[in-house]
């Protein structure tokens, strides 16, 4: 079928969603609903979609598009739940099962007939990451179900008037502030995180600090620290914790209210968002935080917040990192190295470098780039200090190494994966290994590692379509080894269990054993510091032009601007390059 996607962003359920449809043989396009009918009935009219789907939408469909042509929505809630807080009200009322629910638009919000429903469980964990997980899974299924449906041309869709239906309708305002407001002389830690989970990443929770205003993003259980109520007791990664009135939590990042006609503001690790605040204005400088450091490898039981923790089975050491929104800043890298040259002092023959859930990595911290006082040296600094992470994985030879994703990756989070000796992906996770829609041609040993991979025209290709890439596509290419079908929860014990296969395998020690003359004979073709030194050589070039678009782009995107129309590289049909999957 030829399929239109209408979304208010290209985000990683809209991703998801193309990908998968294009994996199964569908003809797929993109038209950003941005507040333009015009534009949008100019796509229908040259396009002429058989169908439209609105993966992620935050306006009404116009009358006269969807009676023209069939429009099916993606609702993040079961059948009956209607209103634009659905998850975050899931998550606020400590829901432990949820759904999704695909339905046809038409003239009252949500209330079409339905074409598909998906039940999905609730893990106490972020909206966000749920949104990108458990959700999205059942996103994926319940729309794959319902372009069967419809394309079956004999499927007849629930009617909501129904009465088992009607009975189930709930319908519920958007979720404000004042809802979501933490009282720090009341709440316990089990309340403040769900507050502050419902938040999480957008919009953020209101609070003050220190007299000033802001939006906490993220929210992690202290088990040890203690303080006065909303007190700040310390820091640890850029992150801050906070006394609550039973315990205290970690917030790991902070984003300013914005000030009428200033521009908007963005998010930041915590006390970097601090620091920047009382920059030329010293009455808002906070004493400083004394650092909590925290174990590499915590011991069972331990309740605290680390965004890099080792774990060790057998043969098998696993690095695991989450950091925020997947981005590395060259501190977080430099950590992270750091880390990574401990784990490889372990006896074991497997190392996993990996996330358990959510973001692997999405490359160079673009936010703490803008934040920076000179933007074009922090960008230097945070791609050399990737560089330094790719390296020391494609240089460790005395070990088998995976990188485990158990959620996306782009950019030079793709290439870091790409380094490791294997990709394993959990089922659904997406691929953008591309630089150019920020305006730079990249780094991480891209040139070295990818045309191994995929070969030099595919390279090529990737990069001038920025297109996201599912697992399966991943796997078809050689951009993936394995593909892991179970569910967030599941991904790092189905992790555990392959490594260790892995490490029991017969041929794990002849093939770590050829690892360094595989090595050197590439080395003595081309030196790895010569794949560096290229691509940084263009990579400087960009940083250091005022002029480049890629300063304009950076700002753009860590300011959520939304873009003046749908980008060019979006708006054909995408055919599928591969077999339909059965």
């Known amino acids: 079928m030829e399929i239109l996607l209408l979304a208010s962003g290209f985000n990683s359920l809209t991703q998801r969603v193309f990908a998968a449809l294009r994996d199964r043989g569908h003809s797929v396009a993109v038209e950003l609903a941005l507040g333009d009918a015009a534009a949008l009935r100019a796509a229908l009219a040259r396009l002429k979609p058989q169908l439209v789907l609105a993966p992620m939408l935050k306006r009404a469909i116009p009358a006269d598009v969807w009676s023209s042509v069939t429009c099916l929505v993606v609702h993040p809630g079961p059948l009956g739940d209607r209103g634009p807080s659905s998850l975050d009200r899931a998550v606020l009322e400590r829901r432990d099962a949820w759904g999704v629910t695909v339905l046809q638009a038409e003239e009252a919000m949500d209330a079409g007939p339905v074409w598909a429903t998906v039940p999905c469980a609730l893990p106490p964990r972020g909206k966000s990451d749920l949104y990108r997980g458990e959700v999205a899974d059942a996103a994926v299924e319940a729309v794959l179900l319902a372009v069967e449906r419809y394309a079956s041309g004999a499927h007849v869709p629930l009617s909501q008037d129904e009465p088992e239906v009607r009975a189930t309708v709930l319908s519920r305002p958007l979720l404000r502030q004042d809802e979501r407001r933490i009282d720090w002389q009341r709440d316990t830690t089990a309340e403040v995180l769900r507050r502050l989970r419902s938040a999480d990443s957008q919009p953020g929770v209101l609070d003050e600090i220190a007299g000033e205003e802001w939006f906490l993003h993220g929210g992690h259980e202290e088990d040890r620290l203690r ?4 007190e700040l007791l310390a820091a640890r990664a850029g992150a801050v914790c906070r006394a609550t009135v039973d315990g205290a939590v970690w917030i790991p990042q902070l984003r300013a209210r914005r000030r009428p006609g200033g521009p908007p503001p963005f998010t930041l690790p915590a006390t970097l968002a601090l620091a920047v605040a009382a920059r030329g204005r010293p009455e808002r400088r906070l004493p400083p935080l004394s650092e909590a450091p925290v174990e590499l490898e915590l011991p069972p039981g331990r309740r605290t917040w680390s965004d890099i923790r080792y774990q060790e089975v057998g043969e098998v050491g696993l690095l695991w990192c989450g950091f925020p929104g997947g981005a590395l800043s060259t501190h977080h890298c430099r950590r992270l190295l750091a880390a990574y040259r401990e784990a490889c002092r372990r ?17 160079i911290h673009l936010n703490v780039i803008e934040a920076a006082p000179d933007p074009a040296a922090e960008s230097w600094a945070n791609i050399n200090a990737i560089d330094d992470v790719v390296e020391a994985v494609l240089t460790t030879t005395d070990r088998l190494v ?15 994966a790409q380094a490791a000796d294997e990709v394993w992906c959990r089922r659904g996770v997406v691929l953008n290994p591309h630089y150019r829609l920020m305006g730079l041609y990249g780094s991480e040993y891209w040139t070295y ?14 990069m001038a379509a920025a297109l996201p890439v599912g697992t399966e596509r991943g796997l078809d290419l050689g951009l993936v080894d394995r593909v892991l079908g179970c569910g967030p929860e599941e991904f790092a014990d189905a992790v555990i269990r392959s490594a260790q296969r ?16 595989d090595l050197d004979r590439r080395e003595a073709e081309k030196p790895l510091h010569a794949y560096r030194n290229d691509e940084l050589a263009r990579m400087h070039a960009i940083f250091f032009d005022a002029e480049h678009p890629y300063h304009a782009l950076r700002s753009a995107f860590v300011r959520k601007e939304a873009p003046a129309g749908t980008p060019e590289h979006l708006r054909a049909y995408h055919r599928s390059a591969v077999s339909p999957s059965p």
């Open 347 to 363: 006896p074991t023959s497997v190392l996993v470098l990996g996330s358990s859930r959510d973001f692997f990595a999405n490359g």
């Open 449 to 462: 590692t990818l045309p191994q991979r995929v070969g030099p025209a595919e390279a090529d290709r990737m």
């Open 402 to 416: 995976v990188a485990a994703l158990g959620g996306n990756a782009a950019a030079g989070g793709v290439m870091l």
């Open 227 to 230: 303080g006065a109520p909303g």
């Open 502 to 517: 892995l490490a029991a395998s017969p041929g794990a020690g002849a093939r770590t054993a050829r690892k360094k003359a």
